[in-house]
């Protein structure tokens, strides 16, 4: 039985104090190597990056995973620039796992896997709406459909 992973957003101390299975780190947030040592090497520290330049950054880093985008325009990033689905294509060789965010729904997220992104991660197209499952359902179908979940490559810690 597969079970859920719980990553905190930004806060390593809450992260921590709560026993979460990891942490999610943007830009401007505590450096990568301060919360590994905080949170011991095995919980899981991801890493936001905008750009071929902070992907390859958090890969020296050994972030565990990379939030690549945003990829479209979104409103929980109204200041954001969006990068747009042909900046997937520069992280083919990166060789960690890698998602990409940033306004992604139904209508725009076979573009996004077309261009090479085999992993998503949503909130407003599935939560905004009345349907949360439903919505969840037709992107995870979308996704199965197009063949892109990757196998063997999960983001897995030992406990």
Known sequence: MRSSLFILNDRV??????????????????PLACA????????IIGKSAHNLKQALQARSERADYIGFGPIF???TKPNADAIGPDAIRLLK???IPFFVLGGINQDNIKE???AGAGRVAV???IL?????????????GTLCSMKRIPDGDTLQHEK
């Open 36 to 43: 590994r040592n905080i949170l011991g090497k095995n919980k």
């Open 13 to 30: 101390d809450i992260a921590f104090n709560c026993n979460a299975d990891g942490v999610h780190l943007g830009q401007n947030d505590l």
């Open 73 to 75: 325009k979104t409103k």
């Open 123 to 125: 909130s407003s197209a």
């Open 128 to 140: 905004s709406g009345r349907n949360t499952e439903g919505a969840v359902k037709n992107m995870v």
């Open 112 to 114: 996004a896997i077309s």
């Open 93 to 95: 060789n990166i060789k």
